[in-house]
């Protein structure tokens, strides 16, 4: 979480202001059910509500540096300043009782966030998939023009794979939508089992199955992986928009706002610095679910190992997915796509893509399938060589015409049949956000 | 994949016999899909069928040392084995289609083989959880001794963990459950989506949303990183058993076969060994996992980069997981309990863990809650640093007896009300797999 | 880089204030060096120099905000202050000629840092090895207990271990004291070569040996895993701290300050906090080390892709492992050593840890390796088994004796015998730092 | 290790008949250097050696099945073959002495084979480099046209970087060029410092400083975190290919084979699938460092959790990265450059990338900074959006030639003065293997 990559709500959400706010909303949803089940005096959360208390974050930390604990400290300053009703607050639960269902609290928060800028991205690239549906492109494999595709199709499989990154988002924050209210072994020992349904209901969580002290680290795991999966599928659309404003390429670029300058030394570059960016912040997403991954092994009842990892990666995982969220949503609305580059790249090959249609046809015939690819891949070598022009070449073949008339070779060079699915493949995203 | 850490139905599943017959299945279920289309000649698969085909795997790796294309090289084969009819096999097709689809099936078997041993892994810790729901034992954290479980509960939280496992296994078969017949770079432009569908549905698989010319790799970066949270949750388990079977807790230890060696040099170990070696094969999950994830970017409509990576981790991964899961079934249900031992060691610190039940009725007076704490603390340092025995000096502590009678003090060294809860909570796992 | 884990210092090195300064003395630095090859009017910089210009971070934000180019900001907030000379700094540069020779001056410092603290560390370890050298302890493998080691020995291991860090913080310092002023793409188009290391060597620091238009990033990766390395031994040290620490162990623990509180609810847990939090760290650096091995990748002469990664992980990972070198430290000078305790579990097992030397003495009687050793565990597995006395056990066991009289077997007995050589490897660290 | 990216020099390193044959020579030379100090009949190891022992793998492995032990495995195996005298090898000794000293064996054998392979990676490339010192291209950073270098210039880059390879791998070399010979658990119980040193050097190993068990596993994290930083430096070359080969750029290609087909479905596609395959395994690097790196935290004086890990990443690792700089430096002998399309490409924006001397010239005449830069980029925006020549353009502006006659606007356009250091660079790596 550095303030560059740290949208305004995430700077809120992960401020101590709100983990402090979080903490006193749990103890006193705790103290409410308690005082429901007749083990705290009726009353005593509405009083210490009705105080308002102005918590004060610097306080606290004076208080830790001296008693060395986080919760102890927030609790004695909360004592000073709600008076003898807060002795009821924590009662009879574990620093993580409060910890991990405040954790609880503030990730789903942060996943809602992430889930809402997720259906955002899809629905900008749903759109610009539907506007660029037709417009024809060379797919590339291998970096290779391989056959046509259209700059809507490219986008489409984009938004297919940035809507699962919604379902999976769903599924993560589904994950750790678990509190857990059992004292200091999950046993509730002075608390009950209802108890802790209660009070996490008005939060919006449920018990964890089975607690140790802590809710389980499994849970933890599996968010921080899903959010670096959903980076990896942004930082495949940064890629290829990098691909595609390269010089040679050019067919689409990053818009590029008035003042803005490309580069210290050289006036003339207009390069694609969001989706470089993009890319390196994915790589942090990974480094970032790795420790999660290792903390799922806590020692016996829980050991605090996780503490520190997830201070950390909690606010700078949210954080910077929904940052990079933001900036690709931005990205894809801001696109600026060339079409008739697009189309003359599209020709650059001479309709050479069109050659698998031509072994097809060769195979239809009755050739082997491998006596085709020889017939056809000679001539595709000799465009490729000689710059020979691919339909004519394959015309004056005699092997090819033998075979295959004029007609049947010239209907193989058929844009507008090759692509004849776009529309309909660009159509299966149009409803995924 | 070394014979070592290889079950049998692993080794045969990711065998060169067992690659090429997927190959061919899927070749031929796309052939059947075009014979119904009208695009190949009907009864043109059923008469491969028919000839049963001996691939050898030999072979095509000795033509593909000349045309240095694994696709090209099998299909090679297949028309010198099955004659002419070959020919109409892979129309239309691109290798991916061939190579992702059967990657896909591959996988699924793989996942139906995890999801199986995870239940039995699974029904293994339930089992024993429940025969040891009400045995006491000190729970734990930090290492250091906190309130009383039940050995039972530990077992069962692992049981939670590992049923999330299942339903984790289940999402990740979801997620590759998906296959692709669309040409070269997914635009059907010699086939139609109607043939994908067709063909897939007999192969247990669903067509990609927006395919490129592969199935998009997010599905396959989500796979590996459940394997590695599942791998993680094994590894938690294997951690405990590990501190259980340490010489100075004794309280559970690995079963020890007959003839069974424990060093070279010292005759008188019993070592973890299962346990040392799952928590290894756990961290190489977690290796196997990230290059999944860096293979998600792909170069438009695909670079070839992650296939290096997926013919080692598809095999390595699966592979892993299922020896991990083979070996933690049979480490639980093998598990020696000592419950003598889980006494003693609950015995060892003289009741210090009801110094909670005490401070509650201590703050139940009316008492604050740090002045409790610290009352209770200065007679929990002194057992702790002189050996006194708690309940006596509590007893014998004027500011204590002077708010609880001695009545109340002994309430609190109550072990079955602390464990009053200890088989509610085994009992929400019993259905769980 | 979270308040709670950020020396003072590194917070410093890490300011906008500091990095603004670097940037600001590189540019002099080049300028002087061009003054020097006649490409600008000498006595540039001095005149900048003596403005004592006072640069205003929030101002570089601003101005960044409208041309979107951090260094183009910089530049022109260096204009606004010193007026019509700044015009010829950065003169035939590039923004990466001053932001990686700037990056390598504060990495340069970091490492600087970090070295210095292992240094102390190291010297920690050393002492307290020196202080326990010959205090008896039981060595464990598997967390069995082995053969006797002295706690001393213990310390040596990781002190050694650490001397080690030591080494690889230099290398990993050499690797990064490079800095490049060498133009657009490192060909010197408007500097010539001998500028370079005449402003490099101002700064202390050497030229990239080919650059791109930027230093390679395998010395970044270099870096980073090498902190990921020396983070590796912390975690080994507090892993151990852990285990010695634990109630049933109780060897060693961690110092306890006045007012320190274990436990929100058990006020009698003393809990090893410190080297749990460090374990967490150590994940944390290897989070950060993966991202700096991605980035070595970068496309062509450079993409800017690294930059988000080292904007997040040359201040964190840096200041992650000063803060665990400071807290490790202290932790090994306040460790509270408990020397009755390593005795009384070092004869837990009666002696059972001198079977080896048994073994030995039999196979020294002509005895088969193997049949000796059936010899001795059969007598060790009844000491475990049944609580028999292991050395009265040997004598009574006739196929013993009959090889080996009551002598031979109770000089197999001996402690100083075991430890003789301990004294001598503690010494081989006591000059490592 | 797979056969397919398996070298046939690994194959045999890692094969179970060296891995024996390391763990007789070990035993042996420990055996020998007992003799020397006598606690071993003098020629027993003579004797042992002149029986020519044929080890048989399957016979340890049946062994190995009752005994779950593989040292113990081992020499029962050899008791069978070289009867009484067999009794005397592993005196004193814990299979750890055994394992750990065999691995540095096989590590080094491993290195010494990766550093030969590097070597000469090194060398393909300074050759080419020479070859191409001369040779014009545009530089790219963000992939866009930034100024001239030359193709040796970019290859030296790669020389450079993977020379400093080289010294990791050395460097790593020596790090796991340690044995221990030290007993149980490293204390010279039944042993001591001068026989470990004696059997070590015959093996060309080193003594552990303070080993536990086992040698300290912060060596081997270090020597798996260098074979992923010398394979990311092999990916940055793998990944600029694929750039060079993409359609648009053409600049240069990987080797094609006569007979190799590029696509089962179009006949005309030549795709970098050399280095693709390259970036892919690349990432198994890194994958395979992780579990190294938490490999480092062993329990105590060690638990066997590394071991598992070892046995798949030893292989694994190794074998990857010789297969790696195989094929890297196959793919630099075979590269196909194209010098006429790297003069096209260069060419291909009309001068712009002279842009950085007319900004410095203009700001020579003294003019500030920020001016000139407005003053250059609207000439080269001119050029680029409307196709203008950049020459004319700037001729035609009345405020550049205010400032800059003719001349001094041609004098900027000289692509020889640009690329005058390109031979000193290339030079710089001459020497380099």
Same sequence: chains 1, 2, 3, 4.
């Avoid at 306080?59 to 000073?80: G, Q, S, Y």
């Avoid at 607690?211 to 680290?217: D, H």
């Amino acid at each position: 979480m550095i303030p560059r990559y740290t949208p305004k709500d995430m700077a809120e959400l992960w401020s101590d202001k709100t983990r402090f706010a979080v903490w006193l909303d749990v103890e006193l949803a705790a103290c409410e059910a308690m005082e429901r089940a007749s083990l705290v005096p009726t009353g005593t959360a509405a009083a210490i509500r009705g105080k308002q208390l102005a918590l004060e974050p610097p306080r606290i930390d004076e208080i830790e540096r001296t008693v060395k604990h986080d919760v102890i400290a927030f609790l004695t300053h909360v004592e000073e300043l709600a008076g003898a009703d807060a002795r009821w607050l924590h009662r009879g639960m574990t620093s993580s009782d409060l910890l991990d269902t405040s954790l609880a609290v503030l990730l789903v928060r942060a996943a809602d966030g992430l889930i809402t800028r997720q259906v955002a991205y899809v629905r900008a690239l749903v759109a610009r998939a539907t506007e660029h549906a037709t417009t024809p492109m060379i797919g590339r494999s291998h970096g290779i023009h391989a056959e046509p595709i259209t700059f809507g199709v490219a986008l489409a499989g984009h938004a297919a794979e940035a809507a699962r990154g919604i379902e999976r988002l769903r599924a993560a924050r589904d994950e750790i939508s678990v509190g857990k209210i059992a004292g200091a072994v999950g046993t509730y020992a002075h608390i009950s089992p209802e108890i802790e349904r209660d009070a996490l209901s008005g939060l919006g969580l449920r018990p964890e199955t089975v607690a140790t002290q802590v809710v389980a680290r499994d849970r933890h795991a599996a968010f921080f992986v899903a959010l670096a999966v959903v980076g990896a599928g942004i930082e495949r659309l940064a890629t290829n928009v990098r691909h595609w404003q390269r010089n040679e390429v050019g067919e689409a670029e990053e818009a590029f706002t008035v003042g803005q300058k490309g580069s210290s030394a050289m006036p003339h570059k207009r390069n694609p610095i969001l989706s470089e960016n993009l890319t390196g912040l994915a790589r942090m997403l990974r480094g970032y679910a790795l420790p999660a991954l290792e903390d799922v092994a806590l020692w016996h009842e829980r050991d605090i190992s996780h503490s520190s990892v997830e201070r950390m990666i909690a606010p700078d995982a949210t954080t910077t997915l929904a940052f990079m969220q933001d900036r690709a949503r931005a990205l894809v609305e801001g696109l600026v796509v060339y079409p008739e580059r697009l189309r003359h790249n599209l020709e650059r090959t001479g309709g050479l893509f069109f050659s698998e249609a031509l072994l097809l046809a060769l195979v239809e015939t009755g050739l082997a399938r491998q006596d085709a690819y020889v017939l056809v891949q000679r001539n595709a070598m000799k465009a490729l060589k000689e710059g020979a022009d691919f339909r004519a070449s394959l015309l004056a073949d005699a092997d090819v015409t033998a075979r295959l008339g004029q007609a049947r070779i010239e209907a193989a060079f058929d844009l507008s049949h090759a692509l004849r699915y776009a529309t309909e493949i660009v159509g299966r995203v149009s409803g995924s956000a």
